[in-house]
């Protein structure tokens, strides 16, 4: 099982990629994976209940194969997310498969994961949960998990309204452990700008829909490459969470995104997702996506969208370190 240090050391640039519900699949994450990112989907995505095991199995034994193939090849961990919230009536049965089958790193989301911690850290995984505020960042914290993703404005899906300049100032205020950070990123230089901010590891998801692996309609990969930031509509209408989606998947349901009803916790339900999740039209026809999508203008491989980040984040790398080695200053001076 890899340690934080382990999990840093593993990776060919510092980004996980976020798990996207409906979306990502086994043939994706091992594909990240393989390509040397951390690749992750959402336990939920596996249906019926008794389909995750499975997942797990072909996930195992498509990496392990590929080690075995190419022992020189960076092969990442991946990571599944549990949806710790109460009206997830698969969550128990979910983290007894993620137990028995050594998860090396689960992903915590919508409660505070103190259970889910004690559990995976009984086999040695580590637990990165998801946060929007400092206030759920403590309760993380408390939860003794091994990081914190720090979902910013702009983020795609389930997003938090902070600046992630306000919300990482604050969480690396009190707290020095492992930081991922999401919103809008979706490029190799703003992986940089990331740690140089004070995260550790940036997360992406929006980037990895317009990708061949994705379960995702060609529409919609389409329209995240037709499309840019002013499209983004951020409503709680859908999940009775606030999250981003594209405005025209919106219109095209037949809904105003400028005359959306808002909607409380109490309408989230993850009790259906399975069988019954065709007929819910919020999943079907609404699109997630994140602000960052004007910076992606084609439809790739996972593997060819990991190689473009690695190329982007070494060569930001290279002009930043070309800029000091030469003098030339990175602030005014005062």
Not at 7 to 36: D, H, T, Y
Not at 262 to 275: L, P, Q, T
Not at 309 to 315: H, S
Request: with cysteine.
């Amino acid at each position: 099982m890899p340690t934080v240090e382990d999990l840093k050391a593993s990776l060919r640039v510092p980004v996980v990629a976020a798990p996207m519900f409906i979306v990502s699949n086994p043939r994706m994450v091992a594909e990240q994976c393989k390509a040397g990112i951390v690749g992750a989907f959402p336990s939920l995505n596996a249906r019926p209940a008794e389909a995750f095991p499975q997942w797990l199995e072909t996930l195992e034994a498509e990496l392990a194969g590929y080690r075995d193939r190419y022992p020189e090849a960076t092969v990442a961990p991946y990571a599944v997310n549990l949806i710790v919230h109460h009206t997830n009536n698969r969550l128990a049965q979910d983290l007894e498969a993620c137990v028995r089958y050594r998860v090396p790193v689960v992903i915590t989301s919508l409660r505070e994961p103190s259970e889910v911690v004690e559990a995976v850290h009984g086999y040695g995984g580590l637990v990165i949960h998801d946060v929007t505020t400092l206030r759920h960042a403590r309760k993380a914290i408390a939860a003794g998990v091994d990081g914190l993703i720090l979902v910013c404005a702009g983020a795609g899906g389930h997003a938090g309204a902070l600046s992630p300049f306000a919300l990482l100032q604050e969480v690396r205020a009190e707290y020095d452990g492992l930081v991922l950070l999401a919103g809008a990123i979706t490029h190799g230089e703003q992986v940089l700008a990331a740690q140089v901010m004070g995260a550790d590891l940036a997360y992406i998801g929006t980037r990895f829909i317009a990708t061949e692996e994705a379960n995702a309609a060609a529409a919609y990969k389409q329209m995240l490459v037709e499309h840019a930031a002013a499209d983004i509509v951020y409503t709680s209408t859908f999940t009775g969470v606030p999250g981003n989606y594209l405005g025209p998947s919106i219109i095209a349901a037949g809904l105003d995104p400028a005359a959306l009803p808002g909607a409380g916790k109490e309408a989230m339900n993850f009790a259906d997702a399975g069988e019954g999740l065709k007929d819910r039209k919020a999943w079907r026809d609404i699109w997630s996506a994140g602000q960052g999508i004007g910076g992606i203008d084609r439809v790739s491989p996972v593997a060819e969208s990991v190689a473009a980040l690695v190329a982007e984040y070494d060569a930001a790398c290279r002009q930043w370190a070309a800029r000091l080695q030469a003098g030339v200053p990175v602030r005014a001076a005062g």
